[in-house]
């Protein structure tokens, strides 16, 4: 069975974007993959964090995981610091990447713009650590955002690097989309994002995701609302197409043109169908919430599965290195 791999950050809240942009797609891939999914604890000690908030975020970041529709079941949930071999692969990595070829990474450049007091190397070598992620499991299939397209070329260049300069022991990996690869925040401007604090968090009472939905910001140019609006350009139609069926879309398609839909009428319509999504997954993770033991207990089974892969991966890396190995 082809082999998948991806992470999400203990940074905060899980949002729309990345439930439909990751987490939502995970699920859906796991009949036809072999699927290892992390919670990337040492992606988010990159920038400034409150350190005794990480270990709840951690268990909560692979809580909602379950909740959404993961378990032991269909895939290997662990944590990244509890598989050591991905820093150790990372640093042989950093002896084939080229430094011009991390400095351009656009996720680099903006992380390292909101975090003036504290660009460090960790920030800068991240994507090489994700390469090092992917690439111990020798899985070619990585289901991200589309933020993350360019950190996955990045990886297959790594890989080329090593298999031409050693052996030829790792896969090119390839990203996999979901049909929502880019939710903007609810500021209609940039990328919903957990730091960016423009999210709509999965987990929020109703009432909160009403209030930041009635408050987001739609297109532009419709000031009133006899206005005609467009859809291409409204970031409400783009999560509308996430959760809503084509019927629902060709009525907004077809009413925001001739301005037969106001914005809150057609917010309206995209609330009833987050709700309809989203509270399931609430009740799921308030009932998993009561035993945080089984959580543990799925981390240890996956971090031993995938402990198990690296070893063997990280064995044959030494091999090829040339290392003596006693
Ligand atoms: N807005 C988004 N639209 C679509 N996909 C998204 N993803 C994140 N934001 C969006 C995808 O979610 C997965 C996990 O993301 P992550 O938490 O590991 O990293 P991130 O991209 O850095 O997420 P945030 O929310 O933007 O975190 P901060 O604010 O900490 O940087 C990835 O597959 C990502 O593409």
Known sequence: MKRIFSGIQPTGDIHLGNYVGAIRNWVYLTGEYDCIFCVVDYHAITVEYPIEEMRRRTLDAALILLACGLSPENANIFVQSHVREHTELAW????????????????????????????????????????????????????VGEDQVQHIELSREIARKFNGRFKPIFPEPQEILSMAPKILGVDGQSKMSKTLNNYIGILEEEGEIWEKLRNAV??????????????????????????????????????????????????????????????PIR???????????????????????????AKTTMDEVRETLGLYIP
Do not use: W
Request: charged share 25%; net charge neutral; glycine share 8%.
């Open 218 to 279: 739609t297109d532009v140019n419709r000031v009133r609302r006899n206005d005609p609006g467009d859809p291409a350009v409204c970031n409400i139609y783009t999560i509308h197409r996430a959760f809503s069926d084509n019927n629902m879309l060709l009525e907004i398609d077809k009413g925001c043109k001739t301005a037969g839909i106001g914005c809150i009428d057609c917010k309206k319509m995209l609330f009833g169908n987050l709700k309809n999504e989203l509270t």
């Open 92 to 143: 042989i990595f950093d002896t084939v990447t080229p430094i011009g070829e991390v400095e351009r990474m656009t996720q680099f450049k903006d992380k390292a713009k909101q975090h003036r007091s504290n660009i460090n190397m960790g920030l800068m070598s991240y994507p090489v650590l994700q390469a090092a992620d992917i690439l111990l499991y020798k899985a070619g299939f990585v289901p």
């Open 283 to 309: 009740e799921k993770a308030l009932a998993l919430g009561k035993d945080m033991g089984y959580i543990e207990d799925v981390l240890a089974k996956g971090a031993a599965a995938c402990g198990a892969i």
